[in-house]
C-alpha cells in the first residue's frame, strides 16, 4: 500500500517497476478485433529491418501464455468479444494492453449490435496510440511509453501552434 | 504342510460356493454368501499356490483309493511348482472377482447359473493344475471349457453372445481334440498315464514320435491359449461375456493354455533340436505382433483388451521357446531364466489384465457404453476408477517402475543373450524375437495411451458419458488388484527367489545366486551382462517426482492463484466432436500396416449433384478384413461342408441299404479277423 | 551473393536509431494538426467540421474539441483552413489516459 506518498512517486515507483519487469524484453500479442488490417501492415513493418523492434527488446509471440502486452486494433466487434477476453485471461500477470489505431481508440464506429466501438469497453487498456494507420515510429514511441523507457508527451500537447504560419500577415 | 491340502479346502469352497450360488443365487443374501466362499477359496488358492512354490512337488495322490472319475480313470492329484504360478493367479483373480462380483451382478436366476457355473469353472482350473495323471487332466479341461462356455453364454438370447460362445467352444474343442491325441501318443508309448512316469520314461521315446506330440500340443493349446492363427475365438467371446466372466478368461483361462504349452515343452516331452524351440519362439513372436496390431483397430474396449490379451501371451510363449532353445544349446542358467521370466509374465499379466477387464465393466456400467468413441472425460467423473485403470495401463504397457517392465526387462536380457548360443543363425533369430517384441512394446505404449487416454481424458463425447457416476460401482476388486501389480514390482525379488525355486524343480538348476546377488538386485543369469533392481527403482521414481512437489509446496507464492481455461485459440465453444477420436488416434498404424488389415473404406454421400454444391451428410465406413476368418477358416468349414455334403447320401434312410452295410462291415470283420 | 554483399555494405546500415536520436524519416511523417486560435472562427471551425471526414473535430460554443484519437492526419482540414491549421509534426502521441488524447482549443478569432 502506497499512503502517505504523493502520486508522482508513486508514479515515478510504478514506471520503475514496469521498466524493471518489461524494459529489456517484451513480448507482444498482436490482436486485430475487426480492423481493415492496415494497422497490422504498419505492425509489421515493425519487425523489418528499418525499424527492426528486436534491437529494442520487443519480439512478437503467437502465444498469449507467452505474452506480456497485448496490441489491440479493430473497433472490438461483438463476435470476438469472448475471444479477446479469452486471450487477455490467457496471459500470465504482469501484462498490458496497448490499444493502437483511430478504430481501437473510439470514436469511428458508433456502439451498435455489431460493434462494440472502442477496445476499452472490453479490455482494460493502458496505452492508447492514435493513427490511421500509426506510423511505425508512433508504434514505438507507444511500446517504449508503456515500457515505462519514454515519457509520454501528450497530457503536456496542447496542439496550439505560436509563431509563424505559412505567408501569414495579421 | 503339504500343500495339495490347501488346494483341497480351495477346491472345496468353491464346489461350496457354486452349490451356494445354484440354490441361493436369486436373492442377494445368497449372492453375498456365495461370492465370500469363493473369496474364501480363492485366498486359500493363492496361499496354496504360492506355498508350492517353494515346497516343490508334492507326490501323486490317488484320494479315494482308486475311485473312478467319469470316463473310469483314477483321479491322480499333484501339486507342482510349476502349477503353484497358475495356482497363485487363479487365487488372487478369484478374490479379486469376488470382492467384484456382487455390486456388478443383479441376483436372479441366470446370475444364480452364472455364479455357479464360474465356480465350477474355478474348480475345473484348480483341477487342470493339480492333475497328476492324463485322464484326470483331460477330464478337468473340458470340464472347464463346458464351464466356459457357460459363463459367456450370460445372455442366451442376444446373437452376439450365441456367436462368440460359439466359436469359443468350437475352436476349444478342436484343440480338446489335439491335446487328446498328444497326450494318448505320450502315454502309449511310455505305458504310462501319471504325468511324473511319463515325464522319466520319456526320453526312451522314439525322437519322431516326441516332435509329432509337441507339435500336436503346441496347436491343441495353442487354441486356448491364443496363439494366432488360433485366436480367432478371443475378441469374439470375451467381449460378449459378463465383465467378470472376461477377467476370468482373460486373466486365467489363457494362462491355461500357456501352462499346457510349458507342462510339454519342460516336463512332458524332451524333444531334440532347437526347431521345437524356434518354432515357439516364432510363434510367440508372430503372435504378439499381430495381436497389438489389431488391439490398435478396436474400438470396443473388451475387444481392445482381448487382442492385448493375445499380445501377451504371444510374449509368454516366446519366452517359453526361447528357453527351449538355451536348453537346446545346453545353457542351463539361461534356459531356467528365461522360464522365471515367462512364469512371471503369466503372473503380472493375470493382475492386471483381470484388472482393466473389471474396470471396462465398471466403465460400461457408469457410462453404458464400451464403445471409446462414445466416453471421454472420465478421470473427473469417476476418478477412483480412473487411478486404478491408470496403474493397470502402466503395468500392461511395461513402463517403470511396475510389474510389466520388471518381467518384460527380464525377458528382453534374455532373448539378447543369445549370442552365448554360440550359433550365428539361432543368435540372429533369437535377436529378431527381440525385435519383435521391442516392436510389440512400443504399440502397446500407444495402444494403451490410446486405451486410456481417448474414453478417460479430454471431454465427455455423449451425454451418457458426461453423467457417469461413481457411486455404488464395485472398485474393491481392481483395487486390490493394483495394490497386487503395485507390490510384484517393488517385490520383485522375493518373486523371483520364490520363481527360482519352482524353476529348480522342472529345470534342475538353482539360479538363485546367478539371479539374485542381493542388494535387491537383480541380473540376468550372468553377471556383468547387466543388472536392475526393481525395488529401488521404485522408490527412486517415487522420490523423484515428490521432492519437486515438495519443493514447489513449500516455496508456493503467497499471492493467490488464478485458474484459467487452457488457451484453445479463443473459440467460443469447445466441441467435445474436435478432439481426437479412437480411430484417428491410431489411424498412423492404419497407414503404415495397411497390408496387413487391408482396409475396406467406402464413402458415399448422400447425393453428388446437387446443384448448390451442397453434398449432404457424407457416409464414411472403414473395416479391416479379417484376414484370419477368411483365408483360413472359410476355407476350411467349406472344405468341412463339402465334405458332409459327399457323405451325405450315405444317409438314404433306406432300411434294406442299412441291413447291406451292417453285412458288409461284419463280413469285412471276419475276413480281417481271419486273416 | 558478393554483389549483394557488396551493395549491401555500401548502403550502409538503414535501421533507424529512433528513439535513442531523431528519425531522419519522421519530418515526411502526415501528423495531425495543431491549431491557432486566434485564427479560428465559429464559421471557420464549422467548415473543418464539415471536411473532416471523421469525428475527430467538434465545436462546443466557443472551443474547438478535437479528439486527437480518432484523427488520421488526411490534412483536409489544414487545406481548407490553412491559416488556422497546421501539421503539428507531432507522432508521439501515445498517451496512458484516453482523455488526454482530447484537446480543447478556444476560439479567438472574430466573427467576420
Same mark, same amino acid.
Request: glycine content about 10%; some cysteine; charged content about 15%.
Given at each position: ?48 529491418? @528499418?525499424?527492426?523492434? @528486436? ?116 | ?39 474364501? /477359496? ?13 515346497? /516343490?512337488?508334492?507326490?501323486?495322490? %490317488? ?69 497328476? =495323471? ?10 472347464? %471349457? ?22 469359443? +467352444? ?6 480338446? &481334440? ?36 509337441? +507339435? ?10 491364443? !496363439? ?34 510349458? +507342462? ?22 508372430? #503372435? ?36 527351449? &532353445? ?28 483381470? &484388472? ?45 517402475? +511396475?510389474? /510389466? ?12 543373450? /543369445?549370442?552365448?548360443? =554360440? ?33 478417460? !481424458?479430454?471431454?465427455?463425447? %455423449? ?43 522342472? #529345470? ?6 546367478? !539371479? ?87 464413402? #458415399? ?19 479391416? %478384413? ?50 | ?5 557488396? *551493395?549491401?555494405? *555500401? *548502403? ?26 486566434? $485564427? ?62 482530447? $484537446? ?7 466573427? *467576420?
Amino acid at each position: 500500500m502506497i499512503t502517505g506518498q504523493d502520486e508522482a512517486e508513486a508514479a515515478r515507483q510504478l514506471r520503475e517497476k514496469i521498466a524493471a519487469q518489461f524494459g529489456r524484453s517484451l513480448h507482444i500479442r498482436t490482436l486485430d478485433t475487426g480492423s481493415c488490417a492496415v494497422c497490422e501492415q504498419e505492425i509489421r513493418l515493425l519487425s523489418a529491418p @528499418h525499424y527492426d523492434l @528486436h534491437r529494442l527488446g520487443f519480439f512478437f509471440t503467437p502465444a498469449p501464455r507467452h505474452a506480456d502486452l497485448l496490441l489491440v486494433t479493430g473497433p472490438m466487434v461483438r463476435a470476438f468479444e469472448v475471444a479477446a477476453r479469452k486471450a487477455y485471461e490467457a496471459m500470465p500477470g504482469p501484462k498490458m494492453v496497448v490499444a493502437t489505431g483511430a478504430c481501437a481508440l473510439g470514436g469511428v464506429y458508433r456502439p451498435d449490435p455489431f460493434v462494440h466501438g472502442q477496445v476499452g469497453a472490453v479490455l482494460p487498456v493502458d496505452v492508447w496510440i492514435p493513427g490511421c494507420p500509426p506510423s511505425p515510429l508512433a508504434l514505438l514511441h507507444g511500446l517504449s511509453v508503456a515500457v515505462g523507457r519514454l515519457a509520454e508527451k501528450t497530457p503536456g500537447l496542447t496542439l496550439i501552434a505560436d509563431g509563424q504560419s505559412p505567408g501569414d500577415g495579421t | 504342510m503339504n500343500p495339495l491340502n490347501l488346494l483341497y479346502g480351495a477346491g472345496g469352497a468353491w464346489l461350496a460356493a457354486a452349490l451356494a450360488g445354484l440354490l441361493a443365487g436369486t436373492r442377494r443374501p445368497g449372492l453375498l454368501t456365495c461370492c465370500a466362499i469363493s473369496a474364501l /477359496g480363492g485366498a486359500v488358492a493363492l496361499a496354496g499356490g504360492c506355498w508350492s512354490l517353494i515346497y /516343490g512337488n508334492t507326490p501323486v495322490v %490317488t484320494p479315494g483309493g482308486a475311485a473312478q472319475t467319469i470316463t473310469g480313470g483314477p483321479l491322480q492329484l499333484q501339486a507342482t511348482s510349476l502349477a503353484g504360478v497358475f495356482v497363485a493367479v487363479l487365487g488372487l483373480v478369484a478374490v479379486a472377482i469376488a470382492w467384484y462380483a456382487p455390486r456388478y451382478h443383479q441376483p436372479g436366476r441366470g446370475t444364480a447359473v452364472y455364479l455357479a457355473a464360474y465356480n465350477l469353472a474355478l474348480l475345473a482350473c484348480l483341477a487342470v493344475l493339480a492333475a497328476g =495323471g492324463m485322464v484326470t487332466f483331460l477330464v478337468a479341461w473340458e470340464s472347464m %471349457t463346458l464351464a466356459c462356455y457357460l459363463l459367456i453364454l450370460r445372455h442366451p438370447r442376444s446373437g452376439d453372445s450365441a456367436r462368440g460362445a460359439f466359436w469359443f +467352444l468350437a475352436l476349444s474343442e478342436i484343440g480338446f &481334440l489335439l491335446v487328446v491325441a498328444a497326450f494318448v501318443i505320450l502315454s502309449a508309448k511310455t505305458h504310462a498315464t501319471v504325468l511324473d512316469t511319463m515325464a522319466t520314461r520319456a526320453h526312451l521315446v522314439n525322437g519322431g514320435w516326441l516332435a509329432a506330440t509337441f +507339435l500336436l500340443a503346441l496347436a491343441g493349446f495353442g487354441f486356448k491359449a491364443g !496363439l494366432v492363427p488360433l485366436h480367432v475365438w478371443l475378441p469374439e467371446a470375451h467381449p460378449v461375456a459378463p465383465a467378470d466372466g472376461s477377467a476370468f478368461l482373460s486373466g486365467m483361462v489363457v494362462k491355461l493354455g500357456a501352462y499346457g504349452i510349458a +507342462l510339454f515343452a519342460f516336463r512332458l516331452d524332451p524333444v531334440g533340436g532347437a526347431w521345437p524351440g524356434l518354432v515357439t519362439m516364432g510363434a510367440g513372436a508372430v #503372435t504378439a505382433a499381430i495381436g497389438i496390431l489389431y488391439a490398435m483397430r478396436e474400438r470396443d474396449i473388451k475387444r481392445f483388451l482381448a487382442y492385448s490379451t493375445i499380445e501377451n501371451t504371444g510374449i509368454i510363449v516366446t519366452a517359453f521357446g526361447a528357453a527351449m &532353445l538355451f536348453h537346446a544349446y545346453r545353457l542351463p542358467a539361461l534356459y531356467a531364466f528365461l522360464l522365471i521370466a515367462g512364469l512371471y509374465h503369466v503372473a503380472n499379466h493375470g493382475c492386471y489384465k483381470t &484388472l482393466l477387464f473389471l474396470e471396462a465393466g465398471v466403465t460400461e456400467h457408469a457410462a453404458g457404453t464400451r464403445d471409446m468413441d462414445r466416453l471421454g472425460g472420465l478421470v473427473h467423473r469417476l476418478p477412483r476408477s480412473a487411478v486404478i485403470t491408470f496403474v493397470g495401463t502402466l503395468g500392461i504397457a511395461a513402463l517403470p517402475p +511396475l510389474n /510389466g517392465f520388471v518381467s518384460e526387462w527380464l525377458i528382453f536380457q534374455g532373448l539378447f543373450q /543369445g549370442f552365448r548360443t =554360440g550359433s550365428h543363425l539361432i543368435a540372429i533369430l533369437i535377436v529378431l524375437a527381440a525385435a519383435t517384441l521391442g516392436l510389440t512394446g512400443g504399440l502397446a505404449i500407444y495402444a494403451f495411451v490410446r486405451g486410456f487416454g481417448v474414453p478417460y !481424458l479430454g471431454m465427455p463425447r %455423449t451425454r451418457p458419458a458426461a453423467d457417469a457416476r461413481e457411486k455404488g460401482q464395485p472398485l474393491g476388486g481392481p483395487a486390490l488388484l493394483a495394490v497386487a501389480c503395485v507390490a510384484l514390482a517393488v517385490g520383485a525379488p522375493v518373486v523371483l527367489a520364490a520363481l527360482s525355486r519352482a524353476a529348480r524343480t522342472v #529345470t534342475g538348476v538353482a539360479l538363485g545366486p546367478l !539371479l539374485l546377488p542381493g542388494n535387491l538386485t537383480v541380473i540376468p543369469a550372468h553377471a556383468g551382462f547387466s543388472a536392475f533392481s526393481p525395488t529401488y527403482l521404485a522408490v527412486f521414481l517415487v522420490a523423484a517426482c515428490a521432492v519437486p512437489a515438495l519443493i514447489y509446496l513449500a516455496g508456493r507464492p503467497r499471492a493467490a492463484s488464478v485458474s484459467v481455461p487452457v488457451w484453445d485459440g479463443g473459440m467460443v465453444s469447445f466441441r467435445p466432436r474436435m478432439q481426437y477420436s479412437a480411430m484417428t488416434f491410431s489411424a498412423p498404424t492404419r497407414v503404415t500396416f495397411d497390408a496387413l488389415y487391408r482396409p475396406a473404406v467406402s464413402v #458415399t454421400r448422400a447425393s453428388d449433384d446437387d446443384p448448390a454444391g451442397r453434398s449432404g451428410p457424407v457416409h464414411y465406413e472403414a473395416q479391416v %478384413t479379417p484376414v484370419f476368418e477368411r483365408y483360413l477358416y472359410r476355407p476350411v468349414i467349406r472344405a468341412v461342408e463339402w465334405l458332409a455334403g459327399a457323405i451325405r447320401p450315405l444317409q438314404s434312410g433306406d432300411v434294406n441299404l442299412y441291413l447291406l452295410y451292417v453285412f458288409a462291415v461284419i463280413l469285412l470283420a471276419y475276413l480281417v479277423g481271419a486273416l | 551473393m558478393p554483389l549483394w554483399f557488396a *551493395r549491401g555494405l *555500401r *548502403r550502409g546500415v538503414v535501421t533507424t536509431r529512433y528513439p535513442a536520436r531523431p528519425d531522419a524519416s519522421a519530418a515526411s511523417l502526415p501528423t495531425p494538426p495543431s491549431f491557432r486560435p486566434e $485564427k479560428l472562427t465559429r464559421d471557420l471551425v464549422d467548415l473543418m467540421i464539415a471536411v473532416c471526414p471523421g469525428p475527430a473535430l467538434r465545436r462546443a460554443d466557443d472551443a474547438l474539441i478535437f479528439d486527437v484519437g480518432t484523427c488520421t492526419a488526411c490534412g483536409r482540414c489544414a487545406r481548407a483552413a490553412p491559416y488556422a491549421a497546421t501539421p503539428s509534426g507531432e507522432f508521439e502521441l501515445a498517451a496512458t489516459n484516453r482523455a488526454a488524447l482530447v $484537446k480543447t482549443i478556444p476560439i479567438l478569432g472574430e466573427q *467576420r
